[in-house]
């Protein structure tokens, strides 16, 4: 058995960096530049405006203000796109529009809203003469020749990975084309008696042939060019003549048909054909891999294409396609970083390791408290492709390591970095309603306390209905407020408090700007005409009713058994009185994560 790292190491020295090819700008997203790119003009290739308003020479506003305007004589206008017919002598402006160019004589440009141009325009008068109502600084909101690029300058080196940005400067120094290196072809195999295309129904015995439509979508994710071969036979004859149509690739992936099954044939036709490594790698899931250099099939010309063959459990190959397809072609597309971004999370369950392999169990990474938390999408079978659906990262549990315990912090891989995978932007809102004395603030500290014991960083908003118990009268702050103060804020080493007049009662989307971003959990008590998810708190010696409809809650905790209540087939969930922790474990499945 052979580590990831060597069996990495022995697939890339199999592979070369490909030529170059002169392609539209627009063609070249992701590609790595293969030239040094030199400016041939100035970028912006004249001083201009870089705002609307009035050029003029700085020393004409000396001493201007609102109260005493410098008045200079309008010579003219100049429209972006045009070239200035006037020029600025002592005493006069000209009106110009952004990105138009400096006129002669001018280094300044006064925005429209530092002159009194509105003013002269509704009082109907005459604008050939001009307000500055500002003393301006010399060559203020003037873009300089060349200060973004100079003629001659270095603009973008060869090895450069060509983003939106990249191809857009390119498109400002006037280049249409770009000498980048060559995205490299993929042809991609699936093997398999029981596979059956997707364009047809499905007989007995058989089963889709997933694989083939992963590894080419994942294939043009890194950036090559997929050349989809079809499915080959378990024979010999078959899988041969599959291959040979690809074999002017720069690259084979065949899936399946490397263990050790009566029928796993890749092996043999790679024997015969190729130089074959045929390994075992330290990895779960993925151990049987095949990996060589074909250098013939029957009846055509010698060539070198490296194979890469991966098993065909639907995970499997995926995650080994990561491991070693990935880092493949990104060389041969000329990149320098291979390695899968990672970060380190705090794995949220146990995960066993039963043999000595390293594991790549599929999680879901979210930020927390301003700290990564991975949990494993459910079961990992590697034949179960949702398990990679429903993740963003593979946790990399190292080999000889008897697995990971919940709260250890692992290395995850990731597989996106999505907007809504990243950092919980918005902190999910929960209110916990009830009548009064149905025991909403006991529900309100037991999940407080669970949810911290969890990780999580709490709020907890109280709506109160009549005085408000912390703005006791005679305390300073009583007397502040009492003096007229919108705002009464109390600060002490350890708690800020902070007390405002109001005109009206906020509703809970107001509050929380004040409260502040960042929470993971936000634990409103009351707030019940509020449209945020609602618990509601029941006590059978309160009566059998709720305070609110059915259709409102997201779940009911109640010391009754409700049946009566919630008999329409629709119920919301019903929680027993007291347990705080299946509560806190529906909340987090549906209320904070499931959002
Ligand atoms: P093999 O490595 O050929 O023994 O295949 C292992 C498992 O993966 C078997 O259950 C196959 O049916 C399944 N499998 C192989 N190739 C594909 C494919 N292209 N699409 C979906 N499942 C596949
Ligand atoms: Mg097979």
């Known amino acids: ?35 040094d790119v030199y400016s041939t003009i100035d970028v912006p290739p004249l001083d201009n405006a870089a705002m609307d308003g009035f050029a003029l020479r700085a020393e004409d506003t000396r001493g201007a203000s ?22 600025v002598a002592p005493g006069t402006a000209i009106r110009i529009m952004t990105g ?39 060559g203020l909101n003037v873009r300089r020749r060349g200060e973004d690029v100079a003629k001659g300058e270095l603009l973008l080196r060869k090895g450069r990975v060509l983003r939106p940005q990249e191809i857009g400067a390119l498109a400002a120094l006037g280049r249409s084309t770009a000498l980048v290196v060559r995205r490299p072809i993929v042809a991609v195999l699936a093997t398999g008696d029981e596979l059956i295309s997707v364009d047809q129904p499905l007989p007995p015995g058989r089963i889709y042939n997933s694989n083939t439509y992963t590894i080419a979508a994942a294939v043009s994710r890194y950036g090559g060019i997929p050349k989809i071969l079809g499915i080959g036979r378990d024979s010999v ?26 029928y796993d044939m890749v092996k043999d036709v790679l024997a015969e054909h190729g130089e074959i490594g045929f390994w075992t790698v330290c990895m779960k899931p993925g151990k049987p891999i095949a990996f060589g250099v074909i250098n013939k099939v029957k009846g055509r010309k010698k060539r070198k294409v490296p194979h890469l063959g991966l098993p065909g459990n639907p995970v499997s190959s995926m995650v080994t396609f990561e491991q070693f397809a990935r880092p493949a072609i990104l060389k041969m597309m000329g990149k320098k970083i291979l ?8 794995i949220d369950d146990d995960i066993a390791s039963t043999d000595a392999r390293r594991l790549f ?43 990971a315990k919940a709260g250890d912090v692992v290395e995850v891989q990731m597989l996106d970095w999505g907007e809504e995978q990243g950092e919980v932007k918005t902190s999910p809102i929960v209110s916990i309603v009830g009548k009064s004395e149905s025991g909403k603030t006991v529900l309100m500290e037991q999940l407080i306390a669970e949810f911290k014991k969890r990780g999580y960083k709490v709020a907890a908003v109280k709506h109160s209905h009549g005085v408000m118990d912390i703005d006791h009268p005679g305390k300073d702050s009583w007397k502040f407020s009492q003096a007229g103060s919108d705002v009464v804020c109390i600060s002490s080493p350890d708690k800020l408090a902070f007390i405002k ?31 945020i998810r609602k618990i509601e ?29 919630t008999g329409d087939g629709r119920k919301p969930p019903v929680f027993r009185w007291g347990d705080a922790v299946a509560i806190a474990d529906f909340m987090e499945k549906n209320l904070v994560l499931n959002r």
């Open 237 to 262: 004859q078959s899988l041969t003549e599959r291959i040979d149509e690809g074999l002017d690739a720069d690259m084979l992936i065949t899936s399946g048909g490397v263990s050790k099954g009566d």
């Open 501 to 531: 007049n109001l005109d009206r009662e906020l509703n809970i989307n107001e509050i929380m700007p004040i409260i502040g971003p960042g929470f993971d959990l936000v634990l409103a008590e009351g707030f019940k005409r509020s449209k």
């Open 66 to 87: 609102e109260s005493s305007p410098r008045y200079l004589v309008v010579v003219g206008e100049i429209a972006a796109g045009s070239m200035p017919l006037e020029e």
């Open 339 to 346: 390695a899968k971004p990672t970060i380190r999370a705090i």
């Open 537 to 565: 708190v029941h006590r059978k010696e309160l009566g059998d009713d709720l305070l609110c409809s059915l259709e409102e809650l997201s779940a009911i905790v109640s010391d009754a058994s409700l049946e009566t209540l």
């Open 100 to 138: 138009a160019p400096l006129p002669g004589g001018a280094d300044t440009v006064v925005q429209f809203e530092n002159t009194d141009e509105v003013g002269r325009k509704s009082s109907g008068k005459d604008l050939s003469h001009i307000g500055i109502l500002y003393q301006a600084k010399k």
């Open 1 to 35: 058995m052979i580590s990831v790292e060597e069996a990495l190491d022995k697939v890339l020295s199999c592979v070369e960096v490909l030529k170059p090819e002169q392609k539209p700008i627009l063609d070249c997203l992701g590609q790595v530049l293969a030239e």
């Open 361 to 403: 169990a599929r999680v879901v990474v979210i930020k927390r408290g301003g700290q990564y938390h991975a949990s494993v999408t459910g079961p990992q079978g590697s034949g179960m492709l949702t398990s990679m659906v429903k993740a963003n990262g593979l946790a990399v549990i190292p080999e000889n390591s008897n697995g």
